[in-house]
């Protein structure tokens, strides 16, 4: 077996093995009403959902559905200096009222999720920056610090952003041992939460632009990399969008990870649900960004979010896709994949030479 297929076939198998995990233990989104309905309930229920995100006046144009973020003030708190960098915490409130209001009050008793985080990574003077978009479960600073390459984009010239997604982390709901309600089993919870990432990031990036970057740009890690493709149709303002090993579809998901019943019933049970989430679907608009400012990154071996995620990203923006050995958790190739994206970046002009 060659080096790079005993990669892929080692990421597959850890892969595997926790997502397995997380579904004893309640995390891959179970415990919501509705995985208690019975197959005609469940495409009942997304049949409401369709129809009431499904209005035409919601599709004129982005803004139309996704609330443009009024100017930020954050209130920023140092962490700690060196190497010429400085992190700075930052934190404002979100102020996101949702689109279905009987919906309003269930959402938005969750207080936690009602203030938006970054962590900051700047130089003494403003530079192009990049936000990064962790994936699901994870925007615990310790472990994102680990997880970028921040001191690799520092020396390409960026200043960085790691900015929370609702209900995780910090935002996270006071039972911490429930699994966040977004992404999750309700929809309802998947479609408002994408819609408030939207609000919380595109006010982050102008607010980046306001301070002084000439430039900003995004990069996503799994359901960060379905964030980064979906901002790439609404926010005008980015220079780049990097997916890497994206989620593409959430209907797609649940199929493969056995969330919509039986195998008889499944099927149309997809396209239900693709149908309801279809208002925050990053294939429902086309991209703000002509292809040669989106590339896609995918790991070869990759069970939780397979490869057929990254390969449908990369032809609705018509970007380029680079794979890497390896799968979702165990990246071996990742390093390889950053070689390429490094010179991407060069390439359009983003970072310096």
Do not use: C
């Amino acid at each position: 077996m060659s080096s790079d297929r005993l990669r892929n076939a080692t990421g597959a198998t850890f892969d595997i093995a926790v997502t397995a995990a997380l579904r004893l233990r309640g995390l891959a989104g179970g415990g919501a009403r509705t995985d208690k309905l019975g197959h005609a309930q469940r495409l009942e229920a997304l049949a409401q959902v369709r129809d009431v995100y499904g209005a035409p006046r919601l599709w004129a144009e982005p803004d139309a559905f996704f609330t443009p973020p009024a100017p930020l003030a954050p209130r920023l708190e140092m962490v700690r200096e060196g190497r010429g960098v400085s992190v700075v915490d930052a934190s404002w409130p979100s102020n996101f009222e949702p689109y279905l209001e009987p919906f309003r009050a269930k959402y938005l008793a969750h207080e936690n999720n009602r203030t938006a985080y970054a962590r900051l990574f700047l130089a003494p003077r403003p530079r192009p920056a990049v936000v990064l978009i962790h994936g699901y479960l994870a925007g615990q600073w310790g472990i994102e610090e680990r997880a970028w390459p921040l001191g690799w984009l520092s020396h390409l010239g960026f200043d960085a952003a790691i900015v929370l997604l609702p209900f995780h982390a910090l935002r996270a709901r006071t039972d911490r041992r429930a699994p966040p309600p977004f992404p999750g089993a309700d929809p309802r919870f998947t479609i408002e939460g994408f819609r408030q990432a939207m609000l919380d990031v595109r006010g982050l990036v102008r607010w980046l632009r306001a301070r002084g970057a000439p430039s900003v740009g995004v990069m996503g890690m799994s359901l960060g990399g379905y964030t980064t493709s979906l901002l790439a149709t609404v926010e005008k303002n980015l220079a780049f969008a990097v997916p890497i090993i994206p989620l593409a579809s959430v209907a797609d998901f649940a199929r493969d990870q056995g969330r919509l019943g039986a195998s008889h019933e499944a099927p149309e049970q997809h396209r239900a649900l693709d149908s309801a989430t279809q208002i925050v679907s990053p294939f429902a608009r086309p991209s703000l960004l002509p292809g040669e400012r989106v590339l896609v990154l995918a790991a070869e071996g990759d069970r939780i979010t397979p490869i057929a995620h990254a390969e449908r990203l990369a032809r609705h923006f018509d970007a380029k896709l680079v794979r890497f050995a390896g799968g979702h958790l165990l990246q071996f190739g990742r390093r390889d994949a950053f070689r390429e994206l490094r010179t991407w970046l060069r390439g359009i002009g983003a970072a310096s030479r």
